[in-house]
């Protein structure tokens, strides 16, 4: 084993397999086939100016509008139940109970229940003024005040 290791770094060394050694020799082509397989067309500078790209520069970004209405609707949308549904306040005091709520990039949509059961609605978030899991009514604008404020116990009062 030793005997071969000189001769072969040699040949390593050369770019040519030695004799014995461990590298097949199948087909190859006379001359310089390495260097002539290494050649392929080249391709020719482009100016980027000249062709845009295929997709837009800066992505489409939200309105303040569109930003709070899917902010709103997507903390109930990951806080929904068993039953599925997402109330949901719309601009002008719309009230939808929606189900199966897909958000997606721009938009969403969601079964309708109540009056118009099995319909599809789709709208834009920056309609969105109120959302909350579950069906019945939204609490837009107001809060529940005994959970917002509890009532703490006057100072110097024990509790008895």
Known sequence: MVRILPPLLTALAAGIPAQGSAMPNHGAAPGNAVAQAAQGPVPTAVSAAANPA??????ATDTPAEARGRKILS?????????????VELQ?????????????????????LG??????HCGGYADVMAARPGGGEPRSGTMDTAVANPLSPKRGSMPG
Do not use: S
């Open 54 to 59: 295929p997709f837009p520069a800066t992505p």
């Open 75 to 87: 903390t109930a949308f990951v806080r929904v139940g068993p039953d599925g549904q997402i109330t």
């Open 92 to 112: 002008g005091g719309r009230v939808l109970v929606l189900r199966n709520v897909a958000l997606r990039a721009r938009d969403y949509c969601g079964q309708v």
């Open 115 to 120: 009056d118009t059961p099995g319909k599809r």
